[in-house]
C-alpha cells in the first residue's frame, strides 16, 4: 500500500469538531494512504511514508466543495452581460438563448465544455463540482446532458425544470407531465439529484412540487432554485420535501429563516435532515443585484453553504476562491464562515461526510496554498493562491 506524507504545514484546517473553529492545528501532517486521510497529527511526530508532499510552511486546506454549477451548455452570453453592465436587468430570459445553442451542439463540443470548466475549478482547489443539466429541456438533451455530466462527476442533477421551453409556452402543465414521465425516466440513470427553478417567470409552487415529488420518488434527492430574483415559496417547498439545500436564498422572510433554521440537524437521532441555504454570490456580482444576507442567515443559525452557480448566464466563474472573497467583503461573512462554508458547507449541501473535512476516513482532497493561512483567500482577492491540489491522494 503506497503512502504520502504532507508535512511543514504551518496551518491546517481540518474542519474537525476538536480544535476549534475549523479545525486549525499548526505545525501538522498529513497521511495519506489509498486516497484517504489515514492520520492526522503533530509533523514531529508523523510516521513514515514512501513520498512526501512539503508544504513548505503554508495553509492546506480542505479542497473546495462547489454544490452548485451548471457546466453543460454551449455558447457563452457575454453580450448578454455587456447590456446588463449597461442597465439591463436580469430575469433568466437568456436560458432559452443557451437551450438554442446547447441542443444545437455535438456531445463532443459539450464534453469539451464541462472538461474545461471542471479543469478550471481544479486549478482553483475545487475537489468536488456538482453538475447540473437544465439546457436541454428534451428527453434526449436532457439525457446526455446528464450523461456527459456524469463522466466528470457523481454529483449530478436533473433541472429540466430550469424554464419551460418555448415550444411548450402556451401549455405548461404538458411540459410539467414530460419532465415527470419520460424525461425524468431518460435522466435518472445518470442522475443523483433533483432540481427545479421556482420562481416567477419559471416554475410555480405547485409545479415544482409536482416535479420534485416524481424526482423523489424515482430515488433522487431534492435541490432547489430558490428565492433568487424575488421573495417566493421555494424556500419552504425545499423545507417541506426534506431538501438538501436550497440555492440562492436571496429574497428571504423571517418565516422561510425560521423554516430553514428548523432543519438544524438532529444530534440525538444522528439523522441528518438539515436543509441547507447554498448562498450563490458570483449571481448577484454578474447580475449586479443586492447580495443575499448571510448573517441573518447564520445568526438564525441556520447552515449555509457557498457556491460558484457557474453558468454562461447569471455567473460565469468557476472560482471558490472569487466566491468566498465576495462572501466576506459583501455578504458579512467571517473569513471562517466563509471557508468553511465553501468547504464543508457544501459537502453538507450535497449530504456528504467523506469531503469537505480532513479528518482520518475522508477522502484525502485537499488544497495547498501559497499563504500562510486561509485567510489570505478574502485578504488577497484575484491572486491565483493555490499551490497545490490532491485529488484522492493524487496530486494533479
Ligand atoms: O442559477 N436561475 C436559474 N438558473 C441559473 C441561471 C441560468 C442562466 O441564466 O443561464 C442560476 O442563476
Ligand atoms: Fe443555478
Redesign the pocket.
Known amino acids: 500500500m503506497s503512502s504520502l506524507l504532507v508535512d511543514n504545514i504551518g496551518e491546517l484546517v481540518t474542519n474537525g469538531v476538536a480544535e476549534g473553529p475549523l479545525g486549525i492545528r499548526r505545525d501538522a501532517a498529513v497521511l495519506v494512504e489509498e486516497g484517504r486521510v489515514a492520520w492526522v497529527g503533530p509533523a514531529a511526530y508523523a510516521p513514515a511514508a514512501d513520498r512526501r508532499v512539503d508544504a513548505g510552511g503554508a495553509a492546506v486546506l480542505p479542497g473546495f466543495v462547489d454544490s452548485h454549477a451548471?457546466l453543460v451548455f454551449a455558447g457563452d452570453?457575454a453580450a448578454e452581460f455587456a447590456a446588463r453592465m449597461a442597465g439591463q436587468p436580469y430575469t433568466?430570459g437568456?436560458?432559452r438563448t443557451?437551450v438554442g445553442a446547447t441542443r444545437a451542439a455535438t456531445d463532443d463540443e459539450l464534453r469539451t465544455t464541462v472538461r474545461r470548466l471542471r479543469g478550471e475549478a481544479l486549478r482553483q482547489g475545487t475537489t468536488t463540482m456538482e453538475i447540473k443539466s437544465?439546457y436541454g429541456l428534451t428527453v434526449a438533451d436532457e439525457a446526455r446532458s446528464l450523461r456527459i455530466a456524469a463522466e466528470t462527476s457523481t454529483e449530478t442533477t436533473f433541472l429540466g425544470a430550469?424554464v419551460v421551453p418555448a415550444e411548450y409556452a402556451d401549455r405548461p402543465d404538458d411540459y410539467v407531465g414530460l419532465v415527470c414521465g419520460p424525461m425524468l425516466a431518460a435522466a435518472a440513470p445518470y442522475a443523483k439529484w433533483i432540481d427545479v427553478?421556482c420562481?416567477r417567470g419559471a416554475f410555480d409552487v405547485d409545479h415544482a412540487r409536482a416535479i420534485l415529488a416524481c424526482g423523489q420518488a424515482a430515488g433522487l434527492g431534492v435541490r432547489v432554485?430558490a428565492n433568487?430574483l424575488g421573495p417566493g415559496p421555494g424556500v419552504q417547498l425545499g423545507v417541506e420535501l426534506g431538501a438538501a439545500s436550497v440555492?440562492?436564498c436571496t429574497h428571504l422572510s423571517d418565516a422561510d429563516v425560521d423554516a430553514l433554521a428548523s432543519t438544524r440537524m438532529d444530534w440525538l437521532s444522528g439523522s441528518e435532515t438539515t436543509t441547507v441555504a447554498t448562498l450563490?454570490p458570483g449571481?448577484e456580482f454578474s447580475t449586479r443585484s443586492p447580495y443575499p444576507d448571510a448573517r441573518r442567515l447564520l445568526d438564525a443559525g441556520v447552515t449555509v453553504a457557498l457556491a460558484t452557480?457557474c453558468?454562461?448566464?447569471?455567473?460565469y466563474t468557476s472560482s471558490m476562491p472569487f466566491c468566498i472573497a465576495l462572501a466576506v467583503r459583501e455578504m458579512r461573512m467571517t473569513p471562517a464562515e466563509a471557508l468553511w462554508a465553501a468547504t464543508a458547507g457544501g459537502a453538507r449541501a450535497l449530504r456528504r461526510d467523506d469531503i469537505g473535512v480532513l479528518t482520518p476516513g475522508a477522502r484525502a482532497d485537499l488544497v495547498v496554498l501559497d499563504a500562510p493561512s486561509f485567510l489570505h483567500l478574502a485578504y488577497r482577492p484575484g491572486v491565483p493562491l493555490i499551490r497545490q491540489v490532491l485529488l484522492n491522494g493524487v496530486p494533479q
Open positions: 451548471h452570453r433568466g437568456g436560458i443557451t437544465g430550469h427553478f420562481e432554485h433568487q440555492d440562492h450563490l449571481a452557480d453558468n454562461p448566464g447569471s455567473s
